[in-house]
């Protein structure tokens, strides 16, 4: 590769820009192909976890309705409570 002799200011900032233009492009290049293979790497995981996902997301809710559940009770074992001291106050 020959590299011109600048021989003015010009011609360096020129030179300077289709270098930094180079760099641009190359880096660009790059994270999209670091972004591709980050992508291929978590559709991989998800694809052999996702029945552990899927076991999860239902152990998961139904936590939550066994809590609604429970605070339920207790809303109700609180009402009760306080109807006896209401009745016996």
Known sequence: MNIPE???TQDI???MLGVSL???V???KEAKKENKELNEKIKEVY???KDDLKLF???KNQTIVDINSTMSKVMMLLDQLKDLTRKNG
């Open 6 to 8: 600048p021989k003015s």
């Open 13 to 15: 900032l020129i030179w």
């Open 22 to 24: 180079s760099v641009v």
């Open 26 to 28: 190359y880096l660009y």
């Open 47 to 49: 694809e052999n976890h």
């Open 57 to 59: 997301l239902n152990e």
